[in-house]
């Protein structure tokens, strides 16, 4: 059974910094292309940051520079460092497999609860 469940979300003010968590289970994560996801209010899902196996990280162009995404194969988990947070950046954040073959469509039906990242003007 899959599961993802996502953690270290809050409230920051602008330009603050907060640490996400995601583990995984359910998955071949040694073998998995792993992406954070957000969803700000009102909007719907976008793409955040991608991790392959082999540690090559891609991002949007909205958090290029002040997000750095990183994966720990011993626990199955991926992680997102937010730093210089803007109040844009507020959203429900979520971790998902990539399709493999797409752009970076998620990989799984299922999706955790998320974490809520709050960041104040």
């Known amino acids: 059974q899959v599961q993802f469940v996502e953690s270290g979300g809050g409230l920051v003010q602008s330009g603050g910094s907060l640490n996400l968590s995601c583990a995984a289970s359910?998955?071949?994560?040694?073998?998995?292309?792993m992406v954070w996801y957000r969803r700000p209010p009102g909007k719907v899902r976008e793409w955040v940051a991608g991790i392959t196996p082999g540690g090559n990280s891609a991002y949007a162009d909205a958090v290029k520079g002040r997000f750095t995404i990183s994966r720990e194969a011993a626990k199955n988990t991926i992680y997102l460092q937010m730093r210089s947070l803007k109040p844009e950046d507020t959203a429900v954040y979520y971790c998902n497999t990539r399709r493999p073959g797409s752009g970076w469509d998620p990989g799984e039906d299922y999706w955790g609860q998320g974490t809520q990242v709050t960041v104040s003007s």
């Open positions: 359910g998955i071949i994560f040694d073998s998995s292309t």
